[in-house]
Each structure stands twice: as C-alpha cells, then as structure tokens.
C-alpha cells in the first residue's frame, strides 16, 4: 500500500476499507446464493418440472431493504463527515494557489514565488490549496494523501490539509485533459517547518539581491535554461531531439528560419523565442496547434535569457 502522507489519509483508508470489505462479502455472499440455488432448483432436479407458485415474504423483503439503506446512510455520513473535514480548512492555513494548464502544474505562494511541478510544504502545518484552471478541467491528485481535487476553468476549487510524512510525494493529473494529460505530474516536497521558512527566506533574500544573483549565475546560463526546460514542464511537448511531440522540437532551431502557419518565413532569434514563451500565439510554426501556454509571469527575464542561451546551444 501506498503510505499514508497526510492527517486525512487514515481516515479515508479506513472508510475506504470498510465500503471495500462490505462490498466484497456482499458479492461472495449473493454469488454464494445464486450458485447453490442455481444447483438445488436446477430443472432436471425438480419433479414435476413445472415452477412452484411462489409468495413474497413481507418482513424478509423490508427488513433487507432497511438494512441496506440504513447501511448506505451509514456509508454516507460517514464519507460527508470525512470530506467536509477536508473542506473546511482551520484558521490561517498557509495558502497556495495552483493553476492548471495544459499540461503543467503552476504553483504560487502568497509572496510572489511561482514554481511550476513542484509544490515544498512544511510538514504538521495546515496547507490550503486554492484550485483554478487556464483551460480545460484538471484535476490535482495526491496518492499519498489520499486526495484529490477537480480544477474548473472559470471556478475556484480548494482542498487543505496537513502533510504528515517527510519526503517527497508525487501529483498527477487525474482527468483527461489532452494529449500530454499522462505527464502533468509534479512533486510534492514535504520539508520541516524551519526548513520551510529558510527556504522561503533565502529566495526572498534573493529576490532582494536580484542584480548580485544574476552575475553569480551568468558563467552557467545555459545550464540553468537546461534545468529550466525540465522544470517548466517544456519536455512535455518539445523534444531537443528533433523528434515532433506536441509542439515542434527545438534543437538546432536558433538563428534558422521557419515557416509560420500563414505561410511567411521567420527568423527565430531571441526576440522571436521570447514572444513565443509569453505570447505563443502570436507566430505559431506550421503544421502546430495553437496549444502552449504563455509564460508571461511564470518565467522571470534572467530565466528567459537563461532559456534562450538553452535552445542557442543546442546543435542539430
Ligand atoms: Cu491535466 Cu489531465
């Protein structure tokens, strides 16, 4: 069994297992009965051959009937009781807001940091989720967690809870939402409370030394780009490999000219891979569907620098 990572976890599990085991006894008992009726009245068994008259038995029939309902309310309650625990989230939880896009998780917390497939909670903490999707229906699923929650275009949907387990636990999408559908996974970091705020402080500290920082980092940009293309979710769509996905492979592609979709050619230079991160609409490749999500927002100046200097080195 997968582990149980969240506060909530154990008490679906065992919701879970009684539904299961009364589900499975039901159909060995019912199957049980048809079989062995089945044998016992079978026509070649019975003499005269002719079907008895039967009578419905009143009590037999209601009390099957009360006791199953009684047992469905029973199920019911106590699945309403266990789901509004996770609805209602407890006073001031941490919050972050993830959007669903196709395919990419984007995660931002209330200061401004965005990460895209990759969510770092402090464990024992409450943790609200506050769900929106871009395009299409999502859905933010945690295994481990034992939750799962749909992402609507046009509506905002939340989950809370409290991580319970150190590690890392993986996020998938659990509705069909297109082609790359299978790879809008993320990861969830569990971390300590004091590894939690550290790792916030530094990157607010960052933020703060943004020039100091972008030097330090100039000697490896397209490293970072490379590290960037990972992270960002565009290997769901994009090969270096010259292979065709969902959106045209990018190798050997810088400083070339392409056919656009009306038939004009253009140069892909720095200015033509920035419009197509922040508006992908504007000059889309032939034979391409106007399918990728703008970056405007997620990806700062220096990582789009550091994206460009990716694609710049990559040979054909
Ligand atoms: Cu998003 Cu499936």
């Not at 859905?139 to 034992?146: E, K, L, Q, T, V």
């Not at 402080?201 to 920082?213: F, I, P």
């Not at 034979?287 to 040979?315: C, H, R, W």
């Amino acid at each position: 069994m997968l582990p149980q990572a969240s506060s909530s976890a154990h008490s679906f599990e065992i919701l879970f297992g009684v539904i299961f085991w009364f589900s499975l006894i039901s159909f060995l008992a019912v199957s049980t009965a048809i079989v062995f009726f089945v044998i016992k009245f079978h026509r070649t068994r019975r003499d005269p051959f002719k079907t008895p008259f039967i009578h419905g038995h009143t009590v037999l029939e209601t009390s099957v009937a009360v006791g199953l309902f009684v047992v469905v309310m029973i199920f019911f309650i106590w699945g309403w009781a266990d789901y509004k625990k996770i609805l209602n989230a407890p006073q001031d939880p941490l919050e972050i807001n993830v959007i669903g896009k196709q395919w990419l998780w984007e995660m931002e917390y209330s200061n401004g940091r965005k990460l895209i497939n990759e969510m770092v909670v402090p464990k024992d903490e409450p943790v609200k989720l506050l769900f929106s999707s871009a395009d299409v229906i999502h859905s933010f699923f945690i295994p481990n967690f034992r939750l799962k929650q749909d992402v609507v275009p046009g509506l905002y949907t939340t989950l809370w809870f409290q991580a319970s387990l150190l590690g890392e636990h993986p996020v998938l999408c659990a509705e069909y939402c297109g082609s790359a559908h299978s790879k809008m996974l993320a990861t969830l970091k569990v971390v300590s409370k004091e590894d939690y705020d550290t790792w916030q402080k530094q990157w607010e500290k960052a933020k703060t030394q943004k020039v100091e920082e972008a030097q330090e980092d100039a000697a490896s940009m397209a490293e970072q780009g490379k590290g960037l293309f990972t992270q960002k979710g565009c290997t769901a769509c994009h090969t270096v490999t010259g292979q065709k996905l969902i959106g045209p492979p990018l190798n050997g592609i810088f400083g070339k000219e392409v056919e656009l979709q009306d038939g004009s050619k253009h140069f892909r230079d720095e200015n033509y891979i920035r419009e197509s991160l922040m508006t992908p609409g504007a000059k889309m490749v032939k034979g391409f569907a106007p399918l990728m999500p703008t970056f405007q927002g997620t990806l700062s100046d220096s990582e789009v620098n550091a994206v460009i200097a990716y694609l710049k080195s990559l040979k054909e």
